[in-house]
């Protein structure tokens, strides 16, 4: 108990810890698509966009 270290809380199922980079705020930088050379290296993310359309024909 005293003196233990903690390690980092990660997705067992991906063995990942969730990461978002350094100088992003919100959302700026995740609508870029990766160039060849990051998708080379690995360093690219698909990312998904979501978004809820409300909408109620009851009330047109």
């Given at each position: 108990m005293a003196g233990e270290t903690?390690?980092?809380?990660v997705d067992r199922k991906?063995?990942?810890?969730?990461?978002?980079?350094?100088?992003?705020?919100g959302v700026?930088?995740?609508?870029?698509?990766a160039t060849q050379a990051e998708v080379a290296r690995g360093e690219a993310t698909r990312v998904v966009k979501l978004?809820?359309?409300?909408?109620?024909?009851s009330e047109s």
């Amino acid at each position: 108990m005293a003196g233990e270290t903690r390690k980092p809380q990660v997705d067992r199922k991906s063995g990942d810890e969730t990461k978002l980079a350094p100088g992003l705020d919100g959302v700026e930088g995740l609508n870029r698509d990766a160039t060849q050379a990051e998708v080379a290296r690995g360093e690219a993310t698909r990312v998904v966009k979501l978004e809820y359309d409300e909408y109620d024909p009851s009330e047109s």
